[in-house]
């Protein structure tokens, strides 16, 4: 199936520096001239940035100090910060790139509504959308699946630093092997740590694909929106 428009899920932490610094301009500018270059190639895109790199919601409440609910706006907050990065950069490649966050910011970047984030689509802007669904307890995996549905998007193309899901962690169990495709209650019952179960319980109400690919090399946005490079699909 030739994808018109397809959803790219990229953790935040694909912009952390090696040394854990949580922004690599140089990292940023690649993934910025990859997503330039499956848009060129005639594929709406829109991408969701998480902020992880920043601060996880979950993490920082578990420590006692602030409640989840607020630790979780920070979160969201985190995305806009790594949206906006992300669209310097893609505007720098030569796409343009417009933001719309779910939490309202307007001196920053638009808001998010269905209507005009369709409209930035279909005049071949890379659409970024921040703050996750603007809700507290969610991820932006969760958001992903959320705007792919609601905006009609062909897949959730979701980045990740192994080319697929495997029965193991590749990088621990040389045995482990990888699949090829999985069914979204396969996904949900074992338990992969891939995406979250409300992401993936949300994808197979809405009969989403999930394409699960490494976004480690160059070119593997368009490798995988082409049919070639290695990826597993999630699918009914
Ligand atoms: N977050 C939230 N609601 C959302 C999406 C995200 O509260 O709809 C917060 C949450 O605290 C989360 C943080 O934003 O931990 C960063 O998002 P996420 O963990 O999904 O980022 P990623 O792991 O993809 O970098």
Known sequence: MQTKRALIKLSGEAL???????????????????????????????????????????RVSAAGWIDRATADSMGMLATVMN?????????????????MSAVS?????????RQPALHHLARGHVLILAGG????????????????AELKCDTVMKAT???GVYTADPKKDPTARRYDRLTHDEAIQGN?????????????????????????EKGSISA???????ATTVAP
């Open 161 to 163: 630093n192994v080319d």
């Open 83 to 99: 949206s906006i990065a992300l669209e310097s950069a893609i505007n720098a490649a030569g796409v343009s790139a417009r933001t």
């Open 16 to 58: 952390a520096a090696p040394d854990g610094y949580w922004l690599h301009p140089p990292t940023l500018s690649t993934l910025a001239e990859d997503i330039a270059a499956a848009a060129r190639s005639g594929v709406e895109i829109a991408v969701v940035i998480g902020g992880g790199n920043v601060i996880r919601g979950a």
């Open 224 to 230: 995988v929106l082409g049919g070639q490079g290695r």
């Open 192 to 216: 992969l740590k891939i995406m979250d179960t409300a992401a993936f319980a949300l994808a197979r109400e809405a009969g989403l694909h999930i394409v699960v690919f490494s976004i480690q």
């Open 105 to 113: 910011m307007p001196t920053i970047c638009e808001t998010y509504a």
């Open 133 to 148: 669904t603007g809700n507290p307890f969610f991820t932006t995996d969760t958001a992903a699946v959320l705007r792919a």
